[in-house]
C-alpha cells in the first residue's frame, strides 16, 4: 500500500502534516508523539526579524470553532535557526518552513535564508494571515501582488514553494492559477476566515485586536469547497485544510482533489489527531482495496 | 508531560458552585510539581473543542485531584461526570512554584478563592509552614481551610461581606503582616488578576520576592498556540511569555504590569 505523495520536489511519507501556527517548531509536541510517523512538520510562521505579536485576549472559542489573532509572533530567521532548527534537522521526516514578511523583498530575503540554511524540506508562502496589519493577507488578495512575491522567491530558492492560499477572495480560480504561473509548486488551501465575536455584557469585542481568523471543524465545508474548485483550476499539487479531526474529514479534502492534507486546530485539543489521520486513511484504503493514496485524489463523483 | 484518557474516581460537590474531581493517573501524579496544571478534555463536550487548565489540587499515590468553579459550558458539564466516566488529560504542564528549602525563608502563600487549589501541594512540600491568607467573595469561596490546618498551618481568612473571618479584601491582613518587616519571608499567589497585582505592589513596597501564579486565558496548554501570553521583562526591554509554558509561576519582578490586560 502506498501512502507518499509528491509535492514538487517534496516527498512525503504520508499525505499528512500540520498547518502552520498549530504545531510551534515541533518540539513542543515532541513528548507527546512520534514526529517522524507524520508526513512532514509545518512550522509556525517566520519573518525576517522577531515579532511581538498582537495583545491578549488572542484567541476565543466559538461553537465549533476557533477565533485566533495572535499576530505572527516569532523568533525570526535567525531565532528560529538558533533555537527551533538544530532539532528539526534531526527529524527523520521533512520541515515546511511557513514565511512572510511586509515587502515583497522581504519574503525574497527570507526564502533566500532558508535556501541557504540547507535541509528545509519545502518553504510554503504565507500570504493570507488575517491578523497583521502590514503583509499576510495583502499579498493574498491581490492577484498581481500575489504573482510578485511567488515569482521573486521563486527567483532566490530551488526549494518546493508552497502558496498558502487566502480564502477571502470572490473565486479563487484565477489566484491559484496567479501562484502556478509565477511558479509555485504547490497550494495550501486555505487559511483562516476573517471573523469577530463581541462579549454582549461588556459589548466589547472578545478579541484584543477585535477580529480575527476562524479555524476549526465549522469551516470545513467552505474549504472543501475552495480546494475543489482550485483543484479545477491548476495543476499543481493542493494541501487541504480547515477543520480536519478524523481521517473522515481527511479522505473528504482528498476526493475535494487536495494531494495531502493538514491538521490544524485539532492539534490544540488532541495532539494524536494527525497520527490517527495516517491510520485512518490507511484504514480506509484497506477496506476500499485502495493500494495508492493517490488513487483517491479529486475522485469526488458527480461533482 | 504526558496524554492519557484517566478514569474518574469520585467528583463531589465541595461547597456552592465548587467541586473537587479525582482521577486515577499514576504516571502524572508522580510528576507533578506545586503549581503546575493539567489539560483536561471532556469528551462529552461535542461543540465546545479546547480543553480546559486546572491546577492540581492534590496528588495521592496514584491519583490526583483538582478543585474547580462550575462557571461555564465545560466547567458545567465536567460537574456532571462520574465516577468510572473517562477525561483525557494532558499533564502536568507548566512550571510550577519553587518549593522552600530547608532552614530558608518562610512562605506567606495568598490566595484568592479557587485559588487555594494551586498552592496546596507547595504548602505540602514546604519544610517550613507559613502563613496562608485565603479570601473570597463570601463564605462558600472559602476552600479547604481545614486541610490547610491540617498541614499546621495559620490560616488567616476574610470575605467582602464578613460571612467569615475578616471583613474585607485578602491583601488588608497581608499588608498589616508585611508591616510588621519580618525578615526571611517569601510571597506565593495564586488568584484574580488584581490580587496578583496588588501582591506584586507589596513585593516591591516591602522588598519581598514573590512568585505568582498567573491565570491568564490558555488555548493549547503545551505552548505552541500563543494565546496565553504576559508581558515579561527581558534586559531592558520585554517580550510575550507563555503562562502555559514559561508559566503559570513567575517571578513577580518580571511581570510588566502597565501593559497586561
Known amino acids: 500500500m502506498n501512502l507518499s505523495v509528491q509535492i514538487g520536489k517534496l516527498r512525503m511519507q504520508n499525505p499528512v502534516t500540520v498547518a502552520s501556527g498549530t504545531f510551534g517548531y515541533g518540539v513542543e509536541y515532541a513528548q507527546l508523539l512520534d514526529l517522524n510517523q507524520l508526513g512532514a512538520v509545518t512550522v509556525k510562521g517566520i519573518r525576517l526579524n522577531p515579532v511581538r505579536g ?3 485576549p488572542r484567541t476565543v472559542e466559538v461553537a465549533s470553532g476557533l477565533i485566533n489573532a495572535i499576530g505572527l509572533q516569532g523568533p525570526g530567521v535567525d531565532g528560529f535557526i538558533e533555537k527551533y532548527w538544530p532539532f528539526l534537522k534531526t527529524l527523520k521526516v521533512p520541515t515546511i518552513v511557513n514565511i512572510w514578511g511586509t515587502t515583497v523583498e522581504e519574503y525574497a530575503e527570507v526564502a533566500r535564508r532558508f535556501d541557504a540554511l540547507g ?5 510554503e508562502l504565507n500570504v493570507s494571515c488575517p491578523n497583521i496589519k502590514e503583509g499576510g493577507a495583502q499579498f493574498g488578495t491581490d492577484v498581481k501582488l500575489l504573482a510578485q512575491v511567488v515569482a521573486a522567491c521563486r527567483r532566490v530558492t530551488s526549494l518546493p514553494l508552497i502558496t498558502k492560499m487566502s480564502p477571502n477572495v470572490p473565486n479563487i480560480g484565477p489566484y491559484a492559477q496567479a501562484a502556478e504561473d509565477a511558479g509555485s509548486d504547490a497550494l495550501s488551501i486555505t487559511n483562516s476566515f ?8 461588556t459589548r466589547r469585542p472578545k478579541l484584543a485586536n477585535v477580529t480575527g481568523g476562524l479555524t476549526g471543524p465549522c469551516i470545513k465545508p467552505i474549504a472543501i469547497k475552495l480546494v475543489w474548485e482550485a483543484a ?10 480547515g477543520g480536519i479531526q478524523n481521517s473522515t474529514d481527511a479522505v473528504e479534502f ?24 495516517v491510520a485512518g486513511i490507511r484504514e480506509f484504503m484497506q477496506r476500499r482495496g485502495l493500494r495508492d493514496v493517490r488513487e483517491i485524489v479529486g475522485s469526488v463523483r458527480g461533482a | 508531560m504526558l496524554e492519557q484518557t484517566v478514569p474518574i474516581v469520585s467528583n463531589e460537590r465541595d461547597t456552592d458552585r465548587y467541586f473537587r474531581l479525582v482521577v486515577r493517573a499514576p504516571q502524572i501524579a508522580l510528576l507533578v510539581q506545586p503549581g503546575q496544571f493539567a489539560h483536561l478534555r471532556i469528551l462529552s463536550l461535542k461543540d465546545a473543542l479546547l480543553r480546559r487548565p486546572f491546577s492540581i489540587f492534590q496528588v495521592a499515590g496514584e491519583t490526583f485531584s483538582i478543585l474547580y468553579k462550575a462557571v461555564g459550558k465545560g466547567t458545567d458539564a465536567l460537574s456532571r461526570m462520574r465516577p468510572g466516566e473517562e477525561l483525557s488529560v494532558i499533564g502536568p504542564l507548566g512550571h510550577g512554584f519553587t518549593v522552600p528549602k530547608p532552614g530558608g525563608e518562610t512562605p506567606l502563600l495568598v490566595a484568592g478563592g479557587y485559588g487555594m487549589a494551586a498552592m496546596y501541594l507547595l504548602a505540602q512540600r514546604s519544610p517550613q509552614k507559613g502563613l496562608v491568607f485565603v479570601g473570597g467573595r463570601r463564605r462558600a469561596d472559602i476552600l479547604c481551610e481545614q486541610e490547610f490546618r491540617a498541614l499546621g498551618w495559620e490560616i488567616r481568612v476574610t470575605t467582602e461581606d464578613g460571612s467569615h473571618g475578616e471583613k474585607g479584601l485578602v491583601t488588608q491582613p ?8 519580618t525578615v526571611g519571608r517569601k510571597l506565593f499567589a495564586c488568584g484574580p488578576t488584581p490580587m496578583l497585582k496588588a501582591v506584586g505592589q507589596f ?3 516591602f522588598n519581598v520576592p514573590a512568585e505568582l501564579s498567573m491565570d491568564e486565558h490558555m488555548c493549547c496548554g503545551v505552548g505552541v498556540c500563543l494565546t496565553c501570553v504576559i508581558p515579561v ?5 520585554w517580550e510575550y511569555q507563555r503562562t502555559c509554558t514559561e508559566g503559570p509561576v513567575f517571578d513577580s519582578r518580571r511581570i510588566v504590569w502597565e501593559t497586561a490586560n
Not at chain 1, 476573517?194 to 455584557?201: H, K, S, T, V, Y
Open chain 2, 174 to 181: 497581608l499588608l498589616a503582616e508585611l508591616r510588621r518587616g
Open chain 1, 119 to 123: 535541509g528545509v524540506g519545502a518553504l
Open chain 1, 254 to 277: 482528498l476526493l475535494a482533489g487536495a494531494t495531502a492534507v493538514a491538521v490544524g486546530t485539532a492539534n490544540f485539543y488532541e495532539p494524536q489527531t494527525a497520527l490517527q489521520v
Open chain 1, 194 to 201: 476573517p471573523a469577530m465575536a463581541i462579549d454582549i455584557e
Open chain 1, 232 to 241: 479545477k483550476a491548476v495543476k499543481i499539487p493542493i494541501i487541504g485544510m
Open chain 1, 54 to 56: 498582537n495583545p491578549t
Open chain 2, 233 to 237: 521583562k527581558v534586559g531592558e526591554s
Open chain 2, 203 to 205: 513585593a516591591d513596597e
